[in-house]
């Protein structure tokens, strides 16, 4: 059965780095992309970005631009997700989630299964 | 960035009532509009993906409809495990954008 297998949580100072992986199983890892997507407490969903497992093409969202670095390595069918320079406005649960597209490998997409979440605290 | 709307923002509802959530687009999306379920605590679960389309394994009750850049859900006849939060989303245009959630209580 399709999984996703986050790393744990996280507790990191204000402008330090964090990386979060996403172990995928149980399907053809390169003919699907990954999502990532947060979650701040009490708050809704919010989109951070996106990696073709095909061919490493990444789409992040603008607000994330330069902070944001999302890699795929097909050999461990694993997505890693790395944010830099965090504040305390970072601290949410971070979600990985496979992107099943309409057509091809690319938008539009839906996101049919998503991995446990990963919290990440920031403070100092 | 193509902005949703959801309404209401909280809805109040009873076991066995018919229930409708509406997602307004700022654009058109050609109906790539998707529905999730999040339980809290809970990631976030795909209940119908291209306005109208079930996922596997989700029960009939849901559906899904649109009008012009209007897209609604509708559960037919509440459970008691349907109480959560809901979300819309497009992916028609980046970014990927979400609807701000309607909470289902029970009442």
């Known amino acids: 059965q399709v999984q996703l297998v986050q790393s744990g949580g996280e507790v990191k100072k204000p402008g330090a780095s964090v990386k979060v992986s996403c172990k995928a199983s149980?399907?053809?890892?390169?003919?699907?992309?990954i999502n990532w997507v947060r979650q701040a407490p009490g708050q809704g969903l919010e989109w951070m970005g996106w990696?073709?497992?095909?061919?490493?093409?990444?789409d992040y969202a603008q607000r994330f631009q330069g902070r944001v670095t999302v890699t795929t390595d097909t050999s461990t069918r694993t997505v890693y997700m790395e944010l830099r320079s965090l504040t305390s406005d970072d601290t949410a649960i971070y979600y990985c989630?496979?992107?099943?597209?309409?057509?091809?490998?690319?938008?539009?997409?839906?996101?049919?299964?998503w991995g446990q979440g990963t919290l990440l605290i920031v403070s100092s | 960035d193509i902005q949703l709307t959801q309404s209401p923002s909280s809805l109040s509802a009873s076991v066995g009532d018919r229930v409708t959530i509406t997602c307004r687009a700022s654009q058109t999306i050609s109906g790539f509009l998707n529905w999730y379920q999040q339980i809290p605590g809970k990631a976030p679960k795909l209940l119908i993906y291209g306005t109208s389309t079930l996922q596997i394994g989700v029960p009939s009750r849901f559906s899904g409809s649109e009008s012009g850049t209007d897209f609604t859900l509708t559960i037919s006849s509440l459970q008691p495990e349907d109480f959560a939060t809901y979300y819309c989303q497009q992916t028609y245009n980046s970014p990927d954008t979400f609807g701000q959630g309607t909470k289902l209580e029970i009442k």
């Open positions: 149980g399907y053809s890892f390169t003919k699907y992309g």
């Open positions: 990696v073709s497992s095909h061919n490493g093409n990444t």
């Open positions: 989630a496979r992107t099943n597209s309409f057509a091809g490998n690319n938008r539009p997409w839906f996101s049919d299964y």
